[in-house]
């Protein structure tokens, strides 16, 4: 029950259209920018109307920036976060939620610490555990006096053959993004929620755990996984600072990284025009993705924010 | 555990059965967040976490371990030797006036980064609670820069405020304002701060828009019925109510300035001019990756982890001691 307060209903339509121009204006900007050519967009005043290049600058903005073959490598990127991301974090969930176990607590509060330390602030060990991330199975090996065993007996250096760089691969770009406290502990809150009694009439009828997990949890949580792909879609897509410091290749570039290479810098060109273009297109994905699955998102945001 | 942290985020649901005293007894005991019906095949649970675990040691507990250590030691650049120092890159950094300076900037960019972003998603919240017209598109349009990148917020308004081609920096230069980011400190830490803002607002929005919904009605009808006018009604009622989800979100707005704007950062100013936009966080990368400097990188790594516990704890503290207004 609303009651009438037209004065107050003015206010806040303004306020909700000064709110749409301020995220509408910018990308409205750069879409004006994006279809100019590069003599129109060093005029001043800035047109207030797009011009008639938007086409042809998509074309030369995704050639020069490669993005055909960056597009690739964030779609490659960004599933594999996804899936490794929501399988490691189901089963784990599953397993501190449904199994008694020794040290269950000190498993499920070991994923949970790693929430505290994002990876922008152990930016220089991480990347030492990328580039050689057989490094500590070495180091153990060789501390237990393995390795000198296995030389002694074989003549095999295990040292020289346990190298694993992962920089300017698909896993390295993967692999130390997938770990996740807050899926895991969603998928957690979230089977708490499920009523005992399905787990027994499953027990009942002779179901082991994989098959209760595949028949029964899984389908359960198909709009949690759906929120949590999208949100991950999201995150997978927008990663810059793992990407800039693991990729020295440029055939391994993300479509992010492709984008920043086209902003002008002082001294080229100041080809704005086509940094807005390739701008708009690199952020295509991830909007879709959010304006179609609107009311998914939402809720598992607001989920998984608790 | 389990009973506080499945509390919604207005704060305005019934939590489940357990009383909150008996939520915090059974955290002590192993059988905390354990199914009634449950299973006891230890091979399996093991099976299950494993993959978790693996990724956490290699990627988390090693570096972590690693950075730890690294910061008490030296690197000589050569040789690769490594000598023990102590507290040696600790005081230095303490001591330096550039850290100090990161540090301050790092804390007002934050600060104000902070209070926009909230102040803004408060207004526009509430007039999405107040209108009953277009809510759903209005919605919509707030929600796309959740999308965008940071560094494309950032390409975004480093255009619009480019002093040579930019629009917005044209309309500030015919007002006669002397725009220029590259030169002025000022005009550089305005600039980050608004593409932070803008990439944010929508974030702390959805939380927001959620809380106010999950405001019983009937304590609004009542209070209406008691003449208060939709204004008051949202300071008196909404607002403490919608309170938890504010200090969740002032935490997650303060983690978010000083870890994630890394690449609004490197996509504008890359920390200049002068330093004047060289946030902590960048500043570790700059340290660490361009100039090799490893045990300072190291020792700044510490600090912000530091930090980051903190805020963790701080978001916990949040959530457990929850206001609660039960009606």
């Known amino acids: 029950m609303k009651e009438r307060d037209l004065g107050l209903s003015i206010f806040c339509h303004a306020v909700l259209i000064f709110a749409a121009l301020l995220v509408g204006l910018p990308l409205y900007f750069a879409f004006v920018a994006g279809s100019l050519s590069i003599q129109e967009v060093q005029q001043t005043p800035f047109p207030w109307l797009p011009g008639r290049y938007f086409f042809a600058n998509v074309v030369e903005a995704w050639n020069t920036g490669d993005f055909a073959r960056s597009f690739a490598n964030s779609m490659i990127v960004t599933t594999g976060i996804v899936v490794g991301k929501l399988a490691i974090s189901l089963i784990a969930a599953y397993a501190v939620t449904y199994f008694r176990f020794p040290f269950r607590m000190t498993a499920f509060w070991l994923i949970f610490v790693s929430l505290m330390l994002p990876v922008e602030v152990r930016i220089i060990p991480t990347y030492e555990a990328v580039a050689d991330t057989a490094g500590p199975i070495r180091w153990a090996l060789s501390s237990l006096g393995i390795s000198g065993a296995i030389e002694a007996l074989t003549g095999y250096q295990v040292d020289a053959y346990l190298q694993w760089n992962m920089v300017n691969t698909y896993s390295g770009l993967v692999l130390p993004l997938i770990a996740s406290a807050t899926a895991t502990f969603l998928f957690r809150q979230f089977f708490l929620t499920i009523p005992d009694e399905l787990c027994e009439a499953a027990r009942i009828d002779g179901a082991g755990p994989a098959k209760f997990f595949w028949q029964i949890l899984l389908p359960l949580s198909t709009a949690n996984i759906a929120a949590l792909c999208i949100i991950q879609f999201i995150y997978g897509w927008n990663q810059y600072l793992w990407p800039l410091l693991f990729t020295t290749d440029k055939d391994m570039a993300t479509a992010i990284l492709g984008l920043k290479n086209l902003i002008p810098v002082s001294d080229s060109v100041p080809a704005w025009n086509l940094a807005m273009n390739a701008a708009l297109f690199v952020m295509l994905p991830p909007a879709v993705v959010i304006l179609v699955l609107q009311r998914w998102f939402t809720k598992g945001l607001v989920d998984a924010g608790k | ?327």
């Open chain 2, 1 to 327: 555990m389990a009973s506080e942290a499945t509390a919604t985020v207005g704060g305005a649901s019934a939590p489940p059965l357990a009383a909150p005293k008996r939520g915090r007894l059974r955290l002590s005991t192993s059988e905390s967040g354990l199914k009634a019906a449950h299973f006891n095949n230890t091979g399996f649970a093991v099976a299950l976490l494993l993959p978790q675990l693996l990724v956490l040691l290699f990627f988390f507990f090693i570096p972590s371990y690693k950075a730890l250590s690294l910061a008490f030691v030296q690197v000589d650049p050569f040789g690769g030797r490594t000598i023990f120092v102590g507290l040696d890159n600790f005081t230095r950094l303490i001591a330096s006036p550039e850290y100090r300076e990161s540090a301050w900037i790092t804390l007002w960019l934050t600060l104000a980064q902070n209070v926009i972003t909230i102040g803004l998603a408060l207004l526009f919240a509430f007039a999405t609670d107040f209108v009953s017209r277009g809510r759903g598109i209005y919605k919509l349009v707030i929600l796309v820069p959740y999308a965008i990148a940071p560094v494309i917020s950032g390409v975004l308004w480093a255009f619009l405020f480019n002093p040579a081609v930019g629009p917005l920096a044209q309309m500030l230069h015919s007002f006669g304002v002397p725009w220029d980011p590259n030169r002025r400190p000022f005009d550089a830490q305005l600039l980050i701060v608004v593409a932070s803002v803008w990439k944010h607002i929508c974030y702390d929005y959805i939380f927001l828009v959620a809380a106010l919904l999950a405001v019983p009605n009937s304590l609004l009808e009542a209070s209406r019925l008691d003449g208060a006018r939709p204004i008051r009604r949202f300071f008196t009622i909404s607002l403490p109510l919608a309170a938890p989800t504010a200090f969740f979100l002032i935490v997650m707005n303060f983690t978010y300035g000083l870890f994630e704007t890394f690449g609004i950062v490197d996509a504008i100013t890359k920390g200049g001019p002068a330093g004047a936009t060289n946030t902590l966080v960048y500043k570790v990368y700059q340290d660490g990756f361009v100039q090799l400097n490893l045990g300072s990188s190291a020792a700044q790594s510490v600090i912000l982890m530091i930090v980051a516990i903190l805020f963790t704890i701080l978001q916990f503290r949040g959530i457990e001691r929850k206001v609660n207004y039960q009606v």
